[in-house]
């Protein structure tokens, strides 16, 4: 199955006449061996743990063992201050939410990543609630993404530990453009559009997370993730370009990846976590944990 490349991708579906989906649909029969049912029960499975992931975060407070992550999620929803609008504000509280879950050890799925695990659930909550989008749309929204990822993926990389922060959030994000542009009526064209505006806006952006924890600035940047993702798919949607072919924009990523220092990629060196306040934030977590003494339970 040709599944290289985004070209190849959208060739594949024109050639048989059918959405971007269905390929990956019949990638996951063919490669992976399950039968159609079994992978839509397993993407109904997956969607109800990201709908789960951000109730949780919503509802209940919010803090990690650390004390950097605390109700990010319920501090936007529970704001009456809007920017843009309440829908903007909500899907930015979506997205943290889910991440905070994840940042709190709560179950979550990591699409693509732990870190970036709060980007697909926001942008798929805020589809099902705001535009009322069906599951079986947002399930062919998934599908999308998970072609996404899979080719960059091969062209580049999804780790933070590889590539950085823009192959970690820039892919989610960009998978989740794809879906938004998918379910609000975007072509095959627009789709991959969206995924090229994505991370062409996230390209470079570094691994940096403070004490080492995927929680600071990790939680921030699914928030500012599925605003970029949401711009993204707003400008494909309007019929703008990228220029550059998605397939180059993603090689520019894996470039930009392999030649970044290594302090950018978590290994918590650099950028955020080098500064003098995450380094005192990090000598504090660190002595504190070092005092937990483990003891043997009586017999
Ligand atoms: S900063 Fe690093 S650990 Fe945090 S979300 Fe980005 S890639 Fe993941």
Redesign the pocket.
């Known amino acids: 199955m040709r599944l290289e490349s985004f070209a190849s991708w959208k060739a594949l579906a024109e050639e048989r006449g059918v959405p971007l989906w269905r390929i990956v649909l019949d990638y996951e029969i063919h490669q992976k061996g399950r039968t159609e049912q079994e992978v839509w029960s397993r993407l109904a499975q997956v969607y109800a743990v990201m709908r789960d992931a951000v109730e949780t975060g919503l509802r209940e407070p919010r803090q990690t063992f650390s004390g950097l992550v605390r109700d990010t999620g319920k501090k936007l929803l529970s704001s009456s201050i809007y920017v843009i609008s309440p829908e903007f504000s909500l899907l930015i509280a979506y997205a943290t939410a889910a991440k905070e879950t994840n940042a709190c050890m709560g179950r979550v799925v990591a699409a693509p990543?732990a870190?970036?695990s709060g980007i697909l659930p926001g942008i798929y909550t805020f589809l099902a609630k705001h535009h009322k989008t069906q599951e079986k749309t947002i399930y062919e929204a998934m599908l999308i993404g998970a072609g996404v990822a899979l080719i960059i993926e091969k062209k580049a990389s999804i780790a933070?530990a590889v590539g950085?922060?823009q192959?970690?959030?820039g892919t989610a994000a960009a998978m989740g453009a794809a879906g938004i542009t998918y379910a609000l009526g975007g072509n095959a064209d627009q789709i991959l559009e969206s995924v090229a505006l994505t991370i062409m806006n996230m390209l470079g952006l570094i691994?940096?997370?403070v004490a080492g924890l995927?929680e600071l600035?990790?939680v921030k940047?699914n928030g500012s993730a599925v605003v970029i993702a949401a711009a993204a798919a707003q400008m494909a949607l309007a019929g703008d370009t990228a220029v550059i072919p998605v397939d180059e924009v993603v090689a520019a990523m894996g470039e930009v990846g392999a030649i970044m220092d290594s302090r950018f990629k978590?290994t918590a060196l650099g950028g955020i976590a080098a500064t003098p306040t995450a380094q005192a934030i990090a000598r504090r977590i660190w002595s504190d944990t070092a005092s937990i003494r483990y003891e043997e339970p009586p017999l």
């Open positions: 990543t870190g970036a933070g950085g922060c192959a970690e959030t691994c940096d997370p995927v600035p990790c940047r978590e």
